[in-house]
């Protein structure tokens, strides 16, 4: 099916719109110089009707005597610039005189429907306009005069209506190019667009839109492209990178597990022996089954806004809850877990994102904290809102690290404690939870002493 592209249709309606305003303008014009000069004429026309009307007398006898000398004189004294045309007739219709520039051509004599309206006639091939009048005397018709004036002034109109009918399409279109062409300028942006778009895969996603130099709706529709490309081109980083880690850390376990049983199955082992493997590749498949679990977690993130939901959320219930299920390694490490959480303090968020960001926070808190250290962990009420913080006294975080803690497996000095197990995505799903809650999170840490965690709900 055959289409106009863009350019073209801006054009096209432009020109429309354009059509019609000046076929409106040219009509206007027209019949506007129309009824001027037909008015000039007419009025013309029952001057002379007038001024001859005075050359004519009744005799005893009831016929006409015309002043055709003073008539003649007349003729021959003025400028033929328009003729005027007149002749007489009696009552019967029987021509009586006529004007000298008649010659041998006669006027028209119609029926009495056409008395003192005008017509328009020829005469030698030439447009007239004409008039007839009764000639009365004592309420009888006594004849008729016709009085004609030439039409040379409308083949002005006639000039008029074959230069307007000519150029009409003409300027139509000039006009239409002239409008392609500048839709085409305006337009530029569009094509850059298209070309860029074509240009983009998922091995090139660096390409972006050159901005238009008029901050207008295109600028705008360009900037929020490349931000878009922006945006796409930082996720997908993300994702090449987080595949690239998860497909390393799932592999680890994988790699120990089956080590160890092929270590196991070379040669007959004692009971303790088998006891000690299985047991070691047991926590291993634990472990891996902790990191999937983390994973799908991340996952399901990406699809988690539409489906917030806005709980109650007593805090004080929920750390007891999370620090009930700590219970055995807080005594295992000694820690001493230290409060300060009004009983009646709530937020309204989503009770099961708000749990696993707490969770993940006092799991790392107690998984960094030096045996027999304090755990805090508080709740103040501010004017801006609701302010908690978790604060260990472990290992701390190191400032060239404080930057990158937000990053999926990424482990701090991970080299130094080896003795401290961990995946390095907890961190990372508690900064995603965060930004999809629009809850402002703060670190702060200073190594060897400890670290803090600040969470600030509007």
């Not at 051509?105 to 309206?117: F, Q």
């Not at 983009?200 to 839109?209: A, C, E, F, Y």
Request: aromatic letters at 8%; proline letters at 2%.
């Amino acid at each position: 099916m055959f289409s106009f592209s863009f350019k073209n249709r801006i054009a096209f309606y432009y020109i429309i719109s354009t059509a019609l305003l000046i076929g409106f303008v040219f009509l206007f014009l027209f019949h506007i110089s129309k009824l001027s000069i037909n008015s000039h004429i007419n009025g013309e026309i029952e001057k002379e009707q007038q001024k001859h009307l005075k050359n004519v007398t009744l005799d005893s006898n009831q016929t006409y005597l015309i002043r055709v000398n003073q008539w003649r004189d007349r003729e021959h004294n003025s400028v033929d610039v328009n003729p005027v045309f007149v002749e007489f007739y009696d009552n019967n219709k029987e021509l009586i005189d006529k004007s000298p520039n008649l010659k041998d051509e006669d006027l028209s004599l119609y029926s009495e429907k056409k008395n003192n309206k005008f017509v328009d006639s020829e005469i030698n091939g030439k447009k007239i306009r004409q008039i007839q009048t009764e000639i009365v005397d004592d309420n009888n018709v006594v004849g008729y005069m016709v009085v004609a004036m030439s039409l040379d002034d409308v083949v002005f109109i006639i000039i008029l209506q074959n230069v307007l009918l000519i150029t009409y399409p003409l300027i139509l279109v000039i006009l239409f190019f002239i409008a392609r062409f500048f839709a085409g300028r305006s337009i530029a942006p569009i094509s850059n667009i298209i070309e860029t778009s074509s240009s983009i895969t998922k091995d090139n996603l660096s390409s972006r839109i050159p901005l238009p130099v008029n901050k207008d709706e295109l600028y705008q529709l360009s900037l929020q492209i490349n931000q878009l490309l922006d945006r796409i081109e930082s996720a997908v980083e993300r994702e090449k990178q987080f595949t690239s880690d998860a497909s390393h850390e799932l592999r680890t376990p994988l790699a120990v597990i089956k080590g160890t049983l092929e270590v196991l199955i070379r040669k007959p082992r004692t009971k303790e022996e088998y006891d000690q493997k299985i047991a070691f590749c047991i926590s291993e498949v634990d472990r891996l089954n902790t990191l999937v679990d983390q994973l799908l977690l991340l996952a399901r993130f990406e699809n988690q806004k539409k489906n917030i939901k806005n709980d109650t959320i007593h805090l004080n219930a929920l750390i007891l809850d999370i620090l009930s299920r700590f219970s055995q390694k807080i005594k295992e490490k000694n820690i001493s877990v230290l409060t300060k959480i009004e009983e009646n303090c709530t937020l309204n968020s989503d009770y099961y994102l708000i749990s696993i960001i707490f969770n993940n926070l006092i799991s790392n808190a107690l998984k960094y904290s030096n045996p027999d250290s304090i755990l805090v962990i508080e709740a103040i009420q501010t004017k801006n809102g609701l302010k908690c913080k978790v604060t260990d006294s472990g290992i701390g975080i190191s400032k060239e690290d404080l930057d990158k803690i937000y990053n999926s497996f990424f482990r701090s000095n991970a080299t130094m404690h080896p003795e401290i197990k961990g995946t390095g995505i907890g961190l990372s799903i508690v900064k995603r939870l965060c930004d999809l809650l629009k809850i402002e999170i703060v670190i702060e840490s200073i190594e060897e002493h400890g670290t803090t965690v600040i969470l600030s709900f509007s």
